[in-house]
């Protein structure tokens, strides 16, 4: 898959099959408008194109809204997009300007003139141009000019995607990790760079990595203790999270034990991929019973990706 960030250079598409959308998280749902779009683009021997923007369009229009968290970033939604066989994923940088188009602007100028489409694919409630004044019967007025034709994914498909976003946000924020990874049907992620943290896990035999995770709107999951894969230069390892604050800090720390690794990593990046909710948070009274009940928690850790690999 082929990501393009920047609309003056884009390639000339070989019969375009477009939708366009957030797509966070690429979920169960979405992967089903996936599916349609490539069967679509094979049909007439060409291309499937997702658009979407960054930033999210809610941050522009209303940027004194914060409570916007996101399921994944650019770079986790175009690791997805192509493990699901999309072409191309085209990032359109939105801002103010944009959104103020006409709905005839956007249409002839961003749609037509970039993109030249055979097959657009949208929802029944797709809105777009200055005041979201276009909508789908608007695009369709367009399709004989043009010659493109517009599918419309249906009401329940739509209203099903979004309850599934929806749903996946408050799973995570419940640690309900099993529910997350049903609905995405992937596993949900977390990536960061490493920093140095207090080094009391290395004290106590459990060492961890610091992710300071660098995209502000990216949703974390609930406080508490996950199984986890780490990915690290390529090679996956096994790991133990911590999710949590400190004492004297309501900022959250995301720290891993990785299991079976001794290296030096400050400032590398890692990737996080969750398995299992171990357990809440819990407050101890001394580091000997944080160390006791650390123990514990590898050993239900280990258990829970030994029963995977067996499967």
Known sequence: MKVHRDLAVLPVFKNAVLTIGSFDGVHAGHQEILKRLNTLAKEIGGESILITFDPHPRLVVYPDDNTLKLISTVEEKAKLLEQYGIDHMVVVNFTKEFSKQSPDEYICNFLVEKFHPKRIVIGYDHKFGNKRAGNIDYLRNFEKEFGFSVEEIDKQ?????????????????????QAATALLNHSFSLSGIIE????LGKSIGFPTANLKIQYPYKIIPAIGIYAVRVWHKSTRYNGMLYIGKSLDNEQVTIEVNIFDFNKEIYEDSLRLEFVDFVRKDIRFDSVKALTEQLKKDQTKVLAIFNSIDKE
């Open 157 to 177: 498909a739509i209203e099903d995607i979004a309850v599934s976003s929806t749903k996946v946000r408050n799973a995570l924020l419940e640690g309900d990790i």
């Open 196 to 199: 140095k943290g207090k080094q």
